[in-house]
């Protein structure tokens, strides 16, 4: 992750669409399967921003088939094309120059308000413009450049705003053929699942209820904040009893009209997002381009390090919000791994029950085949018995009794196989004798328990040396006090005498 807080971009747009945006639709539009008359409309073409729109909490997508966020690949918050509103009524050369002059103005009156504000015309002049600095720097605020001009709004966006960094989300890979449409409800996701048939037959009403339409859930996942992400596809059944899915742009735009739109509020949705692939020449266009307010140095060095070119691509991230909203979405995805990982932990502890529960059913069965076999074996003994007696020995019959006392005979020969035997048989058990005898002579001791058996060891000896030096001086004394005792009886005896 390539974090901005250098120098600030020379780009003289904003950051478009930080936050959900519309698409401009009939209100008179009804739903059908034909393709919408601003389907063809180039994605990059009759934009109202060149910027890279960065939405809000789960990546609206302004144009059907562009949405990335939350809703799209890997919900790791690709921000979609916000800022992207197509609109064929602004296709005039006209508009475009309006737009550019716009965007002029606005960097001037910004470059004005951060290097020389003409508010009071003295030396606090230079003091605002340090002021409208850290607020431009910070992203929050308004800018005072001039006593006769409203103020700049400060905001995120702006090319001088610092909290910026680039990340990488994943690039989904479905088509627009697949009719996959992301809805974000506020509900928890055990709700949800819970009441799914009942979502599915509203969503049916919604769009028409018409009976040849089918309304199916793709898949159903929890968001961040109590949120849940809902994938759905319509199934269109023909009268010949062919079926199709719905486009994914054609279910996004009639979604998006203003009555169903409604409709769909009251059903706890807040946003719906097409689950569409970028063309490659949207996507080189889109890389091409450094988003507005982003250094090219910064985009340049984010692509060299993209981890997987095929599979993510470089997105923007602006203040500490959108960072915590990756944040949130990244755990929230890590957990699910875990859960995954664990449901697959267990299934291999049930897989290897299972194995050894078969393992031994196989043992006991060959053990019981074994028996089985000897058994019938058997039978087929006292049968071909039964069946041969009374009957003179037959000719193959002696050569096999003669084969088999010869084989015998060799067996209880002394000097052939049996006597070998009865060797290696007496070798072994000498083997196994003198090994346990060895094997119980060896032992090892741990170095350190050897090291505290040698200081416990030499404690007992000190032990011993001290008590014996004590025994030795008490001897000592002892005898002084005899020779003591003995010369004062010798003395009183003299005296007596």
């Given at each position: ?60 997508s ?6 990335f ?49 003409s ?16 607020q ?31 990340g ?8 627009d ?96 997002v ?9 996507l ?74 078969t ?35 037959q ?21 052939q ?18 090994g346990?005898?060895?094997s ?58």
């Amino acid at each position: 992750m390539a974090f901005n807080f250098g120098g600030a971009s020379g780009s003289a747009g904003a950051f478009g669409g930080f936050g959900p945006t519309t698409t401009s639709a009939g209100a008179g539009t009804s739903f059908n399967f034909s393709t919408p008359s601003n389907a063809g409309t180039s994605l990059f073409g009759n934009t109202q921003n060149k910027g890279f729109g960065f939405s809000s909490a789960l990546g609206a997508s302004a144009a059907p088939g562009t949405g990335f966020g939350a809703l799209g690949g890997t919900g790791l918050g690709f921000g979609g094309f916000g800022g992207i509103q197509t609109n064929q009524n602004q296709q005039g050369v006209g508009g475009l120059f309006s737009q550019q002059a716009s965007q002029s103005s606005q960097l001037y009156n910004t470059a004005s308000a951060l290097s020389a504000p003409s508010v009071l015309s003295d030396e606090r002049d230079s003091i605002l413009a340090k002021w409208n600095q850290l607020q431009a720097f910070w992203g929050v605020g308004k800018g005072y450049f001039s006593s006769s001009a409203p103020p700049v709004e400060f905001s995120q966006e702006n090319p001088f705003c610092r909290f910026k960094a680039v990340g990488y989300s994943c690039v989904p890979g479905v088509k627009d053929e697949d009719g996959l449409v992301a809805l974000a409800l506020n509900k928890k996701e055990a709700d949800v699942r819970s009441q799914q048939q009942q979502l599915v037959e509203s969503l049916h009403r919604v769009l028409g209820g018409n009976q040849t339409l089918t309304v199916n859930v793709e898949g159903v996942r929890a968001l961040p904040d109590d949120q849940t992400e809902v994938i759905v596809y319509l199934v269109e059944r023909s009268p010949n009893g062919t079926s199709k899915r719905v486009p994914a742009s054609t279910l996004y735009n009639y979604m998006e009209q203003m009555n169903v739109k409604s409709q769909l509020q009251q059903l706890g949705v807040f946003m719906t997002v097409s689950r569409t692939a970028l063309t490659p020449a949207q996507l080189k266009q889109l890389l091409q381009n450094p988003p507005a307010g982003v250094d090219p140095i910064i985009w340049e060095q984010a692509k060299v390090d993209n981890p997987d070119p095929e599979k993510l691509i470089p997105v923007p991230m602006v203040g500490f919000k959108e960072l915590l909203r990756r944040l949130k979405i990244q755990d929230q995805m890590t957990k699910q791994h875990q859960t995954r990982v664990d449901i697959i932990s267990n299934d291999i502890s049930e897989l290897q029950r299972n194995q050894a529960t078969t393992a031994a059913k196989i043992t006991q069965y060959k053990r019981k085949l074994m028996d089985l076999s000897h058994r019938v074996l058997q039978v087929l003994i006292k049968q071909e018995v039964q069946r041969k007696s009374g009957y003179a020995i037959q000719l193959d019959e002696e050569h096999l009794r003669v084969q088999l006392d010869t084989i015998q005979s060799e067996l209880n020969a002394p000097t052939q196989f049996k006597g070998r035997l009865n060797e290696l048989m007496s070798q072994i058990r000498m083997q196994n004798h003198f090994g346990a005898v060895r094997s119980e002579e060896r032992y090892r001791v741990d170095a350190d328990l050897l090291r505290e058996i040698k200081q416990h060891l030499k404690h007992q000896q000190e032990g011993l040396s001290h008590l014996i030096s004590v025994i030795k001086d008490d001897l000592n004394d002892i005898k002084t006090i005899e020779d003591g005792l003995h010369d004062s009886i010798h003395g009183r005896s003299s005296k007596l005498s």
